[in-house]
């Protein structure tokens, strides 16, 4: 297994040698505005540039979008992925809308499982924050709020947990206590809106992911790249040398990270 920070939660999974793009986010740097209804919307984004040419970053096998969030798949995205490509998405909802910006093969991946090229991918349920304080604001924002995570299994891999937006919630323990995975990762910079809501995992919510003993390895993705970022990278490595937390990896935009095969 080979997962690569690009930027942002735009990773790539390299699973039973098959490649995955995830969340991709392609726009330049300081393309769009910051959200009205976050913190520091007065600051641009993405704050950062992409580490690769977009050409390499789409020449996958196949595109994971989580969920249809404005820093999460772009008009970048849109222009620059091959239209016959397979893509995985969380509900009918977003199919459709992908389906409408002309992508032919656009699947829904199951909470029972989705069989793909030897790889089974199992929806995860996610609170992309706190529903009562959160769905309001994406209502009169115009976007839906449901977003998701994604379980990678396969005879010959690791098991693989993308936890998508989110925070620490029960279907998280859930995930975790029913598909066992060694390798998590989290977007991580506890994103947050004027109302004091985080929309994703901070260090609380961390901790908590990596006190599951059966996790081998916790990435930490999604920093330093949105303009409603409450963590920093810099944030994180105090953190993991204060409690000497080895598992914990950060890597940084365009690192791979190599896990070793069962």
């Known amino acids: 297994m080979k997962i690569t920070q690009i930027r942002n939660a735009t990773i790539t999974v390299e699973y039973n040698n098959v490649k995955f793009l995830i969340d991709p986010w392609l726009m330049p740097k300081d393309y769009m505005e910051g959200f009205e209804v976050a913190i520091n919307s007065n600051i641009r984004q993405p704050r950062v540039e992409l580490p690769f040419e977009i050409k390499d970053i789409v020449n996958i096998d196949a595109v994971i979008v989580t969920h249809i969030h404005p820093d999460h798949w772009d008009e970048f995205a849109k222009n620059a992925i091959d239209k016959n490509k397979k893509i995985f998405t969380q509900n009918e909802f977003d199919r459709d809308y992908l389906k ?66 989110t925070i620490w919630c029960d279907e998280v323990n859930s995930a975790i206590d029913k598909f066992n995975p060694e390798i998590a990762v989290i977007n991580g910079c506890e994103a947050t809106l004027l109302n004091g809501a985080r929309l994703i995992m901070g260090i609380e919510d961390t901790k908590k992911v990596l006190d599951k003993k059966q996790i081998e390895k916790v990435i930490i993705s999604h920093m330093d790249t949105v303009s409603h970022l409450k963590l920093t990278r810099k944030d994180y490595e105090k953190f993991k040398k204060e409690n000497n937390i080895e598992k914990m990896l950060i890597p940084l935009d365009g690192e791979t990270i190599k896990i070793d095969n069962i």
């Open 100 to 165: 409408k910006e002309g992508f032919l093969d656009v699947d829904i991946i199951n909470e029972k499982g989705t069989d793909y090229k030897n790889i089974s991918l199992y929806k995860i349920n996610c609170e992309h924050g706190k529903r009562e304080l959160v769905k309001p604001l994406c209502n009169i924002a115009g976007i839906e709020y449901d977003a998701m995570g994604v379980i990678f299994k396969s005879d010959s891999e690791k098991t693989l947990y993308i936890l998508g937006d």
